[in-house]
T-cell receptor, first 113, second 113 residues
Framework: AQSVTQLGSHVSVSEGALVLLRCNYS??????LFWYVQYPNQGLQLLLK??????LVKGINGFEAEFKKSETSFHLTKPSAHMSDAAEYFC???????????FGTGTSLTVIP | DSGVTQTPKHLITATGQRVTLRCSPR?????VYWYQQSLDQGLQFLIQ???????AKGNILERFSAQQFPDLHSELNLSSLELGDSALYFC????????????FGQGTRLTVV
């Protein structure tokens, strides 16, 4: 079965600092990978997705992620954190049958003014 | 707005009762997924339907059941409710093709008292 591991359940950064949220996946075949963001009392919103077209994927709100097969990683970054980035972030992998999405346990991002 | 509609938004009920949560997927999406999100368990996959048929099952209790109707809307039935069933229940939909993302509804917050 496929899975993702998000290192760090809580990350704090200062406003304007680099955001780095880590995600490692477990898959025996090239995966489809996603990052979602969840604001309080809301559903999950897609930030970006990797579907093998390009290893560096740009998403909404200035976020991007790089697929590194050798490291089985798909870390999410943003050069400069904004207060509005404070939220829960989930990494997910979709299996190749087109069925399930496997979500990580989430990383709560706090932005310090 | 993701295009996925969940009703009701909030539900308060007593232990032992039965409730039904409803989900209308995005237009054209054939797959519907149900997730439970609680503070201690994170985002748990419950069940997936594709074009009316059950496609995958996750950590869904026997007290819970779901179905997808011919018009593709889905219902999640929770019975013999316990305090521990209090959680956010999300529905997501997807077209079902490889590499495509899931779109989440705003969730139903269930409180069992």
């Amino acid at each position: 079965a496929q899975s993702v591991t998000q290192l760090g359940s809580h990350v704090s950064v200062s406003e304007g600092a680099l955001v780095l949220l880590r995600c490692n996946y477990s898959s025996s075949v090239p995966p489809y990978l996603f990052w979602y963001v969840q604001y309080p009392n809301q559903g999950l919103q897609l930030l970006l997705k990797y579907t093998s077209a390009a290893t560096l994927v740009k998403g909404i709100n200035g976020f991007e992620a790089e697929f590194k097969k050798s490291e089985t990683s798909f870390h999410l970054t943003k050069p400069s954190a904004h207060m509005s980035d404070a939220a829960e972030y989930f990494c997910a992998v979709r299996d190749n049958t087109g069925n399930q999405f496997y979500f990580g346990t989430g990383t709560s991002l706090t932005v310090i003014p | 707005d993701s295009g996925v509609t969940q009703t009701p938004k909030h539900l308060i009920t007593a232990t032992g009762q039965r409730v039904t949560l409803r989900c209308s997927p995005r237009s054209g999406d054939l797959s519907v997924y149900w997730y439970q999100q609680s503070l201690d368990q994170g985002l748990q996959f419950l069940i997936q339907y594709y074009n009316g048929e059950e496609r995958a099952k996750g950590n869904i209790l026997e007290r819970f059941s779901a179905q997808q109707f011919p018009d593709l809307h889905s219902e999640l039935n929770l019975s013999s409710l316990e305090l521990g069933d209090s959680a956010l229940y999300f529905c997501a939909s997807s077209v079902g093709r490889l590499g495509t993302e899931a779109f989440f509804g705003q969730g139903t917050r269930l409180t069992v008292v």
